[in-house]
């Protein structure tokens, strides 16, 4: 269910962009998109739908885990989803994802994209591209944490630290920036 819901959320937001923009840039509406599709803003839309109020969860699987709870609020969301296509087709789908996801498009627009503001500082500056390195990974395999550099050229500005490689190149990004004194 999870992966049809993942698809139906997807045609409906490329859809309701195409609508809202349709002189929009690709690359500006693939990133739109991406930022409504991913799995902690899907995750949020869970929490306000209340969503585990209406689950029978194992007692092994640990809620207080923020990555694990994050991870099936979005899935959880998405089989949501996916099974309303299945019950209903694309109508009630589209409904819901406008009442929620649509509903808060900008705060999900908001979020800063700190690893992409380092690419566009760095072109603009032309300077070499950020690399991102892992430095180390520590943790069970379960909750693992990241820690990653940034690296420009030959010099190391920053590293973060995160739950995910993603997360973990966002804070670096957004520490090389500061520490660039570029605008954020």
Wanted: proline share 3%; glycine share 8%; hydrophobic share 40%.
């Amino acid at each position: 269910m999870e992966f049809l819901g993942d698809a139906v959320i997807d045609i409906i937001v490329s859809r309701e962009l195409m609508r809202e923009f349709p002189e929009g840039d690709e690359g500006l509406l693939t990133q739109r998109r991406a930022s409504l599709v991913q799995k902690p803003f899907l995750a949020q839309i869970g929490q306000l739908l209340d969503l585990m109020d209406h689950l029978k969860i194992e007692s092994s699987v640990d809620l207080e885990i923020e990555k694990i709870a994050e991870k099936q609020m979005a899935n959880i969301f998405e089989s949501l989803i996916g099974a309303m296509y299945l019950d209903g087709g694309i109508e009630p789908c589209r409904r819901l994802i406008l009442d929620t996801i649509w509903a808060h498009k900008e705060e999900a627009w908001k979020s800063t994209n700190y690893k992409g503001k380092l690419i566009e500082y760095c072109h603009s500056k032309e300077i070499d591209n950020p690399v991102f390195l892992i430095k180390d990974i520590t943790g069970p395999d379960h909750y693992k944490t990241f820690e990653i550099q940034v690296k420009i050229g030959s010099k190391v500005f920053a590293s973060g630290l995160g739950t995910n490689k993603k997360t973990a190149e966002q804070i670096a990004a957004q520490m090389a920036l500061e520490e660039m004194g570029a605008p954020i």
